[in-house]
């Protein structure tokens, strides 16, 4: 199952430096090991913004939120996710 996720990173201005850069490095080795695990195809930056675009390729809904539930960064992130389906136009 395809998903769409939007993720917009809200950290505090006021966060202590080091322990931005430890969430932030343990975000990064997170994302990659489920990019290596194909969970996680696409991750693009959105140009000029704290944000990025993903696509989550997974088994369930469940699934879906455990893992965005399980980002270091996700108590400091506005996640919208839309569910994709096959376009009846899609060629094949
Ligand atoms: O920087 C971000 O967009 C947030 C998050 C997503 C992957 C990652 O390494 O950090």
Known sequence: MLFHVRMDVRLPSDMDPSVRADIVAREKAYSQQLQ??????????????????SIFDVGSN?????????????????IRVMPLATHPSKVS
């Open 36 to 53: 290596r695990e194909g969970k996680w195809p696409h991750l693009w930056r959105i140009v000029g913004e704290y944000s990025n675009i």
């Open 62 to 78: 469940d699934e879906l939120h455990e893992l965005l539930s399980g980002l270091p960064l996700f108590p400091y992130m506005d």
